[in-house]
Structures are given as C-alpha cells and as structure tokens.
C-alpha cells in the first residue's frame, strides 16, 4: 500500500506519485479497506491530486487512484489517444486487483470524462457515479481548436509552462490570490507529469465522443460536484449534466474553480462521504 502523507489544513502531502506499479506499468495509489472508489485524475495532472481525498476517506472504503496513460509513471498510448482506452485501461487495473464487484467510479474533469466512458463501455462493473467540474458533451470546433493550440504548445514547451498557461481559469480567483499552497501543489503535481503524456491525453480530450446520449441510460447513483466559480465546466453545465442523469444529485462547492477538490478539500470529502454512506 501506497504511503499517504498529509498534513491537515494545508498541502504538505507528498505529491510525487510514488505508489504501487501493476504488472502492465499502471502506477497508482491506494489506502482503506471496504467497498472500492475508483478515483480518475484531472489534466494535466495525476493520482496526487487526490491524496487528501484519499486520507478522508480510507476509513470508510478502499480508495484507489490510477495515474491515467502518460501521466505519473503509467506508460502512454500506442496506439490512438482515446477516453475509451483509459476507461478500459481502469477496468484491466480492477481485474488486476482481482475486484469483480461493481464500484464506485469518480472523475475530475478529464476523469470524468473517463467515468462517462466507463459507465458506457462497462456498465456491470459501475456500483456509483461521482461526476466532479466535468461535461458530457464533446468538443465544438471552437474547443477542438483550442486543444490543437495546446497541443501545439504543450510540445514545444515543458510541462510548468502548460499548467502556468491554464491557472487563470484552473483556479478560481481567491484561490490563486489568496491559497499560495493550492497554487503550488498544483504547479509542483503538474510539472512533474511528461510532456508526451499531455500531449497524448490532449488529443483523447479533442476526440472524445459525445456522452450526453448515453446519460438516460445511466441507471446508478450519481453525484455530480462542481465550484461556484469553475470557468471550464460551470455551474449551468454540472446543472444540465444532473437534469440529464436519473435521479443524481448536484453539490456545488463555493470558492472554488476547476479544480474543486484541492481548493475545497473538506466539502468536497463530506460531500463524497454522504453520497457513499447513502449506497
């Protein structure tokens, strides 16, 4: 088991992505005992960003969270970059495991956007939903155009410079001004991610499928999470994706941008911890 250190109310943790290696090169962290999570990383960053997640909650489940292809020590593509691959890249780490019971499956942002194609490609193996700061819709030709901005950057450039780039609408303004310690731990998880590996999920962000037809056929326990103030997948959208999912519940997380779970730690857990305790 991974070692998780944390220090409450602030982010000493180690973010260094040290954790446990699968046979196939997955690298991903664990802690707890009981009903599995599975938690999916945002971009650009990898399973350290759920580290106080995972101290919050490995007293009432076992939490595991991969670093998804390219990022942390996980090895990339081969083949075409897809969300597709990266769901199917979760479920070969859960039959590793050798965990057949369905499980809870959450995401941020990139992560659920790999929820989204978890629960279409592998629906008997989904017990619950956790949507946080994410959308089901595809990229509009504005959006595809930006990606290839950044794809265009992000290979020219090291790794620091892409996350510097995306601060201003990552983080919402108090937070940036006001919380140096979130500011960095993102910067410090971001820099350490490979620059192929950006690339490659940038492209598998770009060609990702539209979910919302499959919402209606979501028939598990959602929880859908989002900040007030996240300028990527706002409010309006975490609202649209909710009214679309039978039955789930929306949280929306004051103070806090894209990137809700390091910048509201403790009503983000309780918000998780609720929904899991309602199963």
């Known amino acids: 088991m991974a070692e998780i250190e944390n220090s409450a109310g602030g982010l000493t943790f180690e973010d260094d992505n ?7 090169g997955v690298t991903f962290l664990e802690a707890g005992k009981g009903p599995l999570v599975l938690l999916l990383h945002a971009f650009p960053l990898s399973s350290a960003m759920w580290r106080q997640q995972i101290e919050a909650l490995r007293n009432d489940c076992r939490v595991v969270a991969p670093d998804l292809r390219g990022f942390g020590s996980s090895p990339g593509f081969t083949g075409a970059p897809s969300v597709d691959q990266m769901a199917d890249d979760a479920v070969a780490l859960l039959d590793e495991l050798k ?3 369905p499980v809870v499956v959450g995401g941020l ?3 659920g956007y790999v929820a989204l194609a978890f629960a279409r490609r592998h629906a008997s193996r989904l017990r619950a939903l956790v949507l946080a700061d994410t959308q089901a819709g595809a990229d509009d030709a504005a959006a595809a155009a930006n990606r290839d ?10 790794s620091p410079a892409v996350i510097d780039r995306m601060m201003p609408v990552a983080l919402c303004a108090n937070t940036r001004t006001k919380r140096p310690e979130v500011v960095g731990a993102v910067q410090r998880i971001a820099s350490l991610q490979a620059p192929a590996g950006i690339v490659g999920a940038l492209k598998a962000l770009r060609d990702r499928p539209d979910a919302t037809p499959m919402l209606k056929e979501i028939t598990v ?5 989002v900040g007030r103030e996240d300028a990527l997948t706002p409010p309006a959208v975490a609202e649209k994706l909710t009214a679309n999912i039978r039955g789930a519940r929306l949280v929306v997380l ?5 990137y809700s779970n390091l910048e509201q730690p403790e009503r983000f857990n309780e918000a998780v911890r609720m929904f899991l305790a309602s199963l």
Do not use: D
């Open 99 to 101: 965990i057949q019971a």
């Open 18 to 24: 040290r954790g446990q290696t699968l046979a196939s």
């Open 109 to 111: 942002s990139m992560g």
């Open 149 to 158: 901005k950044m794809i265009e950057f992000a290979s020219k450039n090291p």
């Open 254 to 258: 004051e103070n806090a941008g894209h």
């Open 221 to 225: 326990p959602t929880l859908v999470i």
